[in-house]
């Protein structure tokens, strides 16, 4: 280790010599015969102690160790002080920041030991600084970090993340703007893969609670006591293998929301206690006799018919309407096949992204075919197509319909717009005009105006050409209720 530097101040020659033979082994020692000249000294260096004399000519002890505070205010400061003195400078101990101070006479090796501790001192102080600074650096850093993610986990949430543009979604859009700031109830409903926990997260981290967490228990996996426990917490000894206190989920997402998927799975106990948060803000850990006052957005999901659980009498009806505040409900892919294409660009840009793999676009034939399809698994089904496909696919190729899958390639060769054999072009032309007007009524479900944009004709000319081909927008409105 480098030698340290002490600065010893005294008016008296001999006694500056004095010192500089009892420290030259251990230390760098400099000598000043005033406290002026001693100051310009701390100017040049920095020193680990500064030892200093009280009584001096001119400038006194206190003064020059207070003024040393303003040059380096880290050296420790040791003072010597005639026995006669110490009443008088007793004050300006800490003024001056003095460390210790030392009574004449003295013995050199307790000088000698005083002088080591203040060096050990010093040493300390100053790595507790540099560790500190470290410290701050690092957390300057860990918090531009954690910013920088939160920034990325909200840009991937931004509502326009929810791709959609059919009137359903459109409607959709409209009533999460309305719920999103509100602590109000969210039960969301829809078949499997229509995204329901994606709204849930959107809501939440577009809501005014999202610097809070978010949390996501799936009620339908796991035994009802473990559920409960959870959910609401439990205390030690409340049953076998409860060897402490547990904290629920609800008092973690305390001020931020709880998402409960599969709702519908859960037990009349487990029911109990979701009635006393929604209704009462409280929740009673499993075992203990006391509640406790939470505040937690509950949105709950499910893809059962949660109206009919209560006809069979297997969901509280109370529960029910406490849950249903504000219902939405998610249209399966088929009921907005129009979002289609949207939805395999957005997939096709995110999984060559998350690849790594240059694919040029997809082709037309097979953007037709996905639209056409069926999708038991809604949007997921959709999404892991694109996946896969993009898996498959040559680097700097297009997307075709080899890449599909059997299920998707079986479809399509019966599709509408496979051209007939051995007709003329007029024949060819109208087979095709028919076969792109009814996929398009079909994918808008009969709406006129909505297909001509989407054809590039005008109301007045799709209108022209259905009655001439006696095609009936009407056949392709909905009938089923939703
Ligand atoms: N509108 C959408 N835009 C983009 N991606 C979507 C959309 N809806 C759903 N997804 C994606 O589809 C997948 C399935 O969605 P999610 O898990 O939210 O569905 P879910 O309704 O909760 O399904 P399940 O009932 O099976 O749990 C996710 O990868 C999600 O990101
Ligand atoms: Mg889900």
Redesign the pocket.
Known sequence: MNKEAILVVDDQRQILNTFRRLFQKDYEVITAISGEEALKELRRQTVAVILSDQRMPRMDGVTFLTESLKIQPDAIRLMITGYADIEATIGAVNQAKIHQYISKPFEPDDLKQIVKNAVDRFRLLKQNNELQARLLEANKQLKSEKVELQKQVEKQLDLG????NSPE?LKIFKLVRKVVDTPTTVLIS???????????KIIHYNSNRKNKMFVVQNCGAIPDTLLQSELFGHVKGSFTGAVKDKIGLFESADNGTIFL?EIGDTSPALQLGLLRVLQEGEIKPVGSAVTKKVNVRVIA?T?RDLQNEVKEKRFREDLYYRLSVFPIV?PSLKERRE?IPD?IQ??LSKYTKRIGKKVTGIEAQAIQRLVEAEYPG???EL?NEIERMVTLADDNGALNCELLSPRFKEKIITTELSLPEHSNLKKAVEHLERAMITRTLKMTKGNVLRSAIKLGLSRVGLHKILKRYQISAEQFKERELR
């Open positions: 993340n929810l791709i959609g979604m829809g078949e499997t893969g229509t995204g329901k926990e994606l709204l849930a998927d999901a893809n998610l979002d939805l957005f997939f809604n949007i997921r999404e």
